[in-house]
């Protein structure tokens, strides 16, 4: 075999360990998300605590939110306390598997009953949702409905 074949060689196998491992790293990163819970049965059996107006109201103004969507969008805005924010977005999940960036104004507002509503007003679909706030550990999860099969959407608060 000549030097030139090898080294070829040798380059594709590097590579094709770079791939398995990648294929590896992706695989259990996508089974740690998938452990995330979906349904807000999930949410209670992992004892969820329901958070109230009033600890709504505490952490929202100020709060810089991440937002992931049951279709695998994450959105980002900050709440300001006059009840408006920016939100941005990588739209998957919207524009079949690509990305579709966007930007929007939004407004946010708590309800008496303990229910964070949020508009925002994207170049397509618009976005008008109340939900219904659980914490488990630090992840918080909404849900539109207290019915047990009522999909979760992913939320993350600091600020």
């Not at 259990?28 to 949410?43: D, H």
């Not at 959105?75 to 924010?85: A, I, L, M, S």
């Not at 960036?101 to 009953?113: E, M, Q």
């Amino acid at each position: 075999m000549r030097a030139v074949d090898a080294n070829r060689l040798s380059i594709h196998a590097e590579i094709n360990v770079f791939y398995a491992i990648a294929a590896a790293f992706f695989l259990g990163t996508s089974s740690l998300a998938g452990a995330q819970p979906t349904t807000f049965a999930e949410v209670k059996s992992k004892n969820g605590v329901q958070l109230s107006a009033a600890e709504l109201r505490e952490l929202m103004p100020g709060a810089k939110v991440v937002n992931r969507t049951p279709a695998g969008s994450t959105r980002h805005w900050e709440n300001k306390p006059d009840g408006t924010f920016s939100a941005s977005t990588d739209g998957r999940g919207f524009a079949g598997t690509r990305n579709a960036y966007a930007f929007a104004p939004g407004t946010w507002r708590v309800t008496d009953n303990g229910r964070l509503c949020v508009q925002i007003q994207w170049p397509g679909p618009k976005d008008d949702w109340c939900k219904y706030l659980f914490k488990v550990g630090d992840q918080y999860y909404g849900v539109n409905r207290l019915d047990d099969n009522a999909q979760t959407m992913e939320f993350e608060f600091s600020k």
